[in-house]
Nanobody
Framework: QVQLVESGGGSVQIGGSLRLACAVS????????MAWFRQASGKEREGVAA????????QYPASLKGRFAISQDDAKSTVFLQMNNLKPEDTAMYYC???????????????????WGQGTQVTVSS
């Protein structure tokens, strides 16, 4: 079992920054992938960043590269999502997710992940 608990969400003005955290506990695989997803009201869930816990390979959709950054602490107990220059379209519930290996070959698709956190809300407004 893997437990994921997100924190760090909140309300921020356009152009502001937030850092989300995902506390990871339980038995995790060394080559696991951790990812952040988001789901805006009325929209499908989309992947915004992923990191391989062993190789530290990081992946982003092209539309977010440069504004969002994923990282993990040295103890591999927390995964972070730094979000800069936030825009209203970044408003969503943000989720942390885990897959032991591969994630079905497509990290940005949610059906490859086996564990999810409860989510943390991010609201960007003027």
């Amino acid at each position: 079992q893997v437990q994921l608990v997100e924190s760090g969400g909140g309300s921020v003005q356009i152009g502001g920054s937030l850092r989300l955290a995902c506390a990871v506990s339980g038995l995790t695989a060394g080559s696991a992938t951790m990812a952040w997803f988001r789901q805006a009201s009325g929209k499908e869930r989309e992947g915004v960043a992923a990191i391989n816990r062993g190789t530290l390979l990081k992946q982003y959709p092209a539309s977010l590269k440069g504004r969002f950054a994923i990282s993990q602490d040295d103890a591999k107990s927390t995964v972070f999502l730094q979000m800069n220059n936030l825009k209203p379209e970044d408003t969503a519930m943000y989720y942390c997710a885990y897959c032991a290996a591969g994630c079905g070959g497509k990290w940005w698709r949610d059906n490859g992940y086996t564990y999810w956190g409860q989510g943390t809300q991010v609201t960007v407004s003027s």
